[in-house]
């Protein structure tokens, strides 16, 4: 019997990434990249995706199961609608599902990236063997997803598990999406930027190693940055670290309360920072749960699919929704 094959695609604000999958399996058998040229606007980036799409796959899409598409949120997967993308230009409820199957003739199927990473955590990576899965990125933001009982966790919507984006600080700074005081823009790779710039202005690390890694220029001060001083032993920089974990720790407890997981798996590139993130994450949560039996045998760990988490993610959306519609037809 000749296996289905999946195509997973990552529609970012910088790059589009395909890749295609032989079977039931999380390795892909090929990828590719190209620039979004988000700016040319949706037509143009629409037709990347077809290209890239097509360039994994076998000529005419020959043995296709479907496609799986991760793209920026909000948006509606039931409808595989894209209701808003601050990082696409124009890209206001673009009717994402309906174009591609138009143009490539085989399903399609849209999640956002928080959604599908927990999915591709939960079947292939760390979290293999649990059924009820809090997933978190912490990178630029923050999101979330969430299995519960083997099922993906979406709400009405499909809108649900904006965990970046609950109160942490009352009037607190504000958040990309508007609001002031999210968590979001309290703990992101972003915020933990931000924070060091205002500090380093204030007069304040004038021997921290951030300086010497951005050149001494004020402006190239990104978490990314402060996330190498501090890996590399600056004092200063891990207090910004330490500070965003236990910010995600206090909000991860109200979460341990509200959804009760087996497993709590964090990706996103704040995570790869590790025990100065980890360690202060979980002292907030044995802090601030009112009971131990919420996070006592519950890890929290790293994600482990790494930069692949996204293909991957929408590869195992395409494998759970048109999966059983392929075999069925061989």
Same mark, same amino acid.
């Given at each position: 019997?000749?296996a289905?094959?999946?195509i997973?695609?990552?529609?970012?604000?910088?790059?589009?990434? @395909?890749?295609?999958?032989?079977?039931?399996t999380h390795?892909?058998?090929? !990828?590719t990249?190209?620039p979004?040229?988000?700016?040319?606007?949706?037509e143009?980036?629409?037709?990347?995706?077809?290209k890239?799409?097509?360039?994994v796959?076998?000529?005419?899409?020959?043995?296709?199961?479907?496609?799986g598409?991760?793209?920026?949120?909000p948006?509606?997967?039931?409808?595989?609608?894209v209701?808003a993308?601050p990082?696409?230009?124009?890209? @206001?409820n673009?009717?994402?599902? !309906?174009?591609?199957?138009?143009?490539?003739?085989?399903?399609?199927?849209l999640?956002n990236?928080a959604?599908? +990473?927990a999915?591709?955590e939960? !079947?292939? =990576?760390?979290?293999?063997?649990?059924?009820?899965v809090?997933?978190?990125?912490?990178?630029?933001?923050?999101?979330g997803?969430?299995?519960?009982?083997g099922?993906?966790? *979406?709400?009405?919507?499909?809108?649900?598990?904006?965990?970046?984006?609950?109160?942490?600080v009352?009037d607190?700074p504000?958040?990309?999406?508007? /609001?002031?005081?999210?968590?979001? +823009?309290? +703990?992101?790779g972003?915020?933990?930027?931000?924070?060091a /710039?205002?500090?380093?202005?204030?007069?304040?690390?004038?021997?921290? !190693?951030?300086?010497?890694?951005?050149?001494?220029?004020?402006?190239?001060?990104?978490?990314a940055?402060?996330?190498e001083?501090?890996?590399?032993?600056?004092?200063?920089? /891990?207090?910004?670290?330490?500070?965003a974990?236990?910010?995600?720790g206090?909000a991860?407890?109200?979460? *341990?309360?509200?959804?009760?997981?087996?497993?709590?798996?964090c990706?996103? =590139?704040v995570?790869? *920072?590790?025990?100065i993130l980890?360690?202060p994450?979980?002292?907030?949560?044995?802090k601030?749960?009112?009971?131990?039996?919420?996070?006592?045998?519950?890890?929290?760990?790293?994600?482990a699919?790494?930069d692949?988490?996204?293909?991957?993610?929408?590869?195992?959306?395409?494998?759970?929704?048109a =999966?059983?519609k392929?075999?069925?037809?061989?």
């Open positions: 019997m000749i289905p094959i999946f997973g695609v990552d529609i970012g604000g910088t790059s589009v990434r @395909a890749a295609r999958f032989d079977g039931y390795t892909p058998t090929t !990828k990249k190209a979004t040229l988000a700016a040319k606007g949706v143009t980036v629409l037709e990347r995706v077809e890239s799409i097509r360039e796959a076998p000529p005419n899409l020959a043995g296709v199961a479907g496609v598409v991760i793209a920026p949120g948006l509606d997967p039931f409808l595989g609608v209701l993308a990082n696409l230009p124009g890209w @206001a673009t009717p994402v599902k !309906k174009i591609l199957e138009e143009r490539l003739s085989v399903p399609v199927f999640g990236d959604n599908l +990473a999915l591709a939960w !079947k292939f =990576g760390a979290a293999r063997g649990h059924h009820d809090l997933y978190l990125t912490i990178s630029t933001g923050i999101g997803g969430l299995i519960s009982r099922e993906m966790l *979406l709400g009405a919507r499909g809108l649900s598990l904006e965990v970046g984006h609950i109160l942490a009352p607190g504000l958040c990309g999406c508007g /609001q002031r005081g999210h968590l979001e +823009a309290v +703990a992101s972003t915020a933990i930027g931000r924070n /710039q205002a500090r380093l202005k204030a007069g304040d690390g004038d021997n921290s !190693k951030i300086w010497e890694l951005a050149g001494g220029e004020l402006d190239k001060v990104t978490g940055l402060v996330g001083a501090a890996l590399a032993g600056d004092e200063f920089a /891990q207090g910004f670290i330490t500070e974990g236990r910010f995600i206090r991860l407890a109200d979460f *341990l309360h509200l959804f009760n997981p087996s497993i709590v798996v990706g996103g =590139g995570s790869l *920072l590790g025990d980890f360690n994450m979980r002292e907030a949560v044995r601030y749960a009112m009971n131990e039996f919420y996070w006592k045998n519950v890890p929290i760990v790293p994600a699919l790494g692949d988490a996204g293909l991957v993610g929408a590869g195992a959306l395409v494998m759970e929704e =999966g059983s392929a075999e069925e037809a061989i």
